[in-house]
């Protein structure tokens, strides 16, 4: 998940149990002002009838058509000392005129006449619905906020983006980034002073990473090459060892043995001479070159080769595919491909060959998946095969990575599916 919406997220979530309490302290506190001014007009309009009850003087009538009405009823000394003298609630109020009840305020005043006689004074004027305030709040808090949501993410991501604009130049820039390429500096237009410090660091690291990829490259190329020639003399005294002295059947057979080793050891020193002109770009020169007859051709020889063991192949391909590359890396890639497919597939199977809407693929059977994350890795091997150096899948994966091709490997009906597919 990107940074910015990773904020957002944080952000809507921070906002709901704000908003929730919001909600619940602004209700409280409006329900606490509505009763405090229904209950000053209830102690007006009490006091107004106890003083004309006690002066002997006309009552207002019981109800007014307003919702406002009182009730006084005698009550005895027994129930004055359980009850409080002074006592406001909310209740239900019938009104004759709505024949309905509708939501009250409603006082309670407990007082003594001029007799002594106990009086229970009831005095209701009419409130709001909780409920319908409950509602009306609920729906405005939830349109404030999403109203205060799309504003605050909307000012949070222009102003995240106005001012993240280095580190996104950065990372496009470590996205272009290949090591032993000719990279352009690091961007360092920017006076924000974090920023400058981390593209600095980058630049600094990328040189480093540089220096040690061109240490590394000149130590492969330089040690590939040294070693051709010892290779090479060692070979030949071992040929003129079998051909000059007089050795026993032990010996020969131990010469052979070392012959052998050494072959497998020159094999290896020139694919990883391969590998390391083709990583470090040596391969310049590219031209208009034939792959099917590429395939054709390296198909029969393979063939040939392995006749032995009896692997047939079917192949369907265009009668010409013309791409872009060099001609010796496009022979590589094909060879590679097919010894891979011919070294490791079982004896009487069959091998297919397709090459169609620009997908190379080469298919042989198999009887378990490879480690699709390590296929690609120098010197894996599945299973380890004579003949094998565990360098081909890995000068293949050189190959498309240099011109920017795609290629995937599939294990399914008990066949091992290498595709590369040209843009």
């Keep these: ?29 409006m329900v606490e002002e509505i009763n405090d001014e229904a209950d000053d007009t209830l102690e007006d309009y009490s006091e107004l009838i106890i003083i004309r009850m006690l002066a ?17 009823t005698p009550i005895d000394e027994a ?25 009250a305020r409603i006082l309670s005043t407990i007082f003594l006449d001029n007799d002594d006689n106990y009086y229970e004074l009831k005095v209701a004027i009419p409130t709001f619905e909780k409920d319908d305030l409950v509602r009306t709040i609920l729906f405005w808090i939830i349109l404030l906020y999403f109203v205060l949501l799309i504003t605050i993410i909307g000012s949070t991501i222009w102003i995240f983006h106005r001012n993240m604009r280095p580190l996104y130049a950065l990372l496009h820039w470590l ?32 040189n480093r990473s540089e220096e040690l990829f061109e240490q590394q490259k000149q130590f492969i190329g330089n040690a590939s090459h040294e070693l051709q020639t010892p290779l090479a003399i060692l070979g030949n005294r071992l040929e003129w060892l079998l051909d000059n002295t007089e050795l026993n059947e032990t010996q020969i057979e131990e010469l052979f043995k070392m012959q052998r080793t050494l072959g497998h050891i020159v094999r290896l020193n020139k694919t990883l001479l391969l590998l390391t002109k083709i990583e470090n770009g040596q391969f310049p020169e590219s031209t208009n070159i034939d792959l099917a007859f590429i395939i054709k051709e390296q198909i029969s020889l ?28 496009a022979s590589t890639l094909i060879t590679n491909l097919l010894k891979n497919a011919y070294v490791h597939t079982t004896q009487d199977s069959n091998i297919e060959i397709t090459l169609i809407n620009r997908t190379l693929t080469i298919a042989n059977d198999g009887t378990t998946p490879l480690d699709t994350e390590h296929i690609f890795e120098r010197f894996y091997q599945g299973s380890k095969k004579e003949g094998s150096t565990g360098l081909g899948l890995a000068l293949v994966k050189a190959v498309c990575r240099y011109y920017n091709l795609h290629i995937e490997y599939q294990f399914k009906e008990s066949k091992h599916y290498f595709s590369i597919t040209w843009p």
């Design 175 to 206: 996205d272009n980034y290949i090591p032993g390429r000719h990279n352009t500096p690091v961007p360092n237009d920017t006076n924000i002073s974090e920023f400058h410090k981390l593209n600095v660091a980058a630049q600094e690291a990328a």
């Design 302 to 329: 393979y063939n040939e080769i392995y006749s032995s063991r009896n692997i047939s192949y079917t192949i369907n391909i265009p009668e010409t595919f013309i791409v872009l590359m060099n001609e010796s890396l």
């Design 56 to 72: 002997g003087r006309e009552l207002p009538s019981l109800n007014s058509g307003s919702n406002n009405s009182y009730s006084i």
């Design 79 to 103: 129930y004055a000392s359980s009850k409080p003298h002074i006592e406001y609630y909310d209740a239900e109020v019938y009104i004759p005129e709505k024949e309905e009840t509708e939501p």
């Design 1 to 29: 998940m990107k940074l910015i919406y990773r904020i957002a997220l944080r952000l809507s979530l921070i906002l709901i149990p704000l908003m929730a309490l919001w909600a619940t302290l602004f209700y409280f506190m």
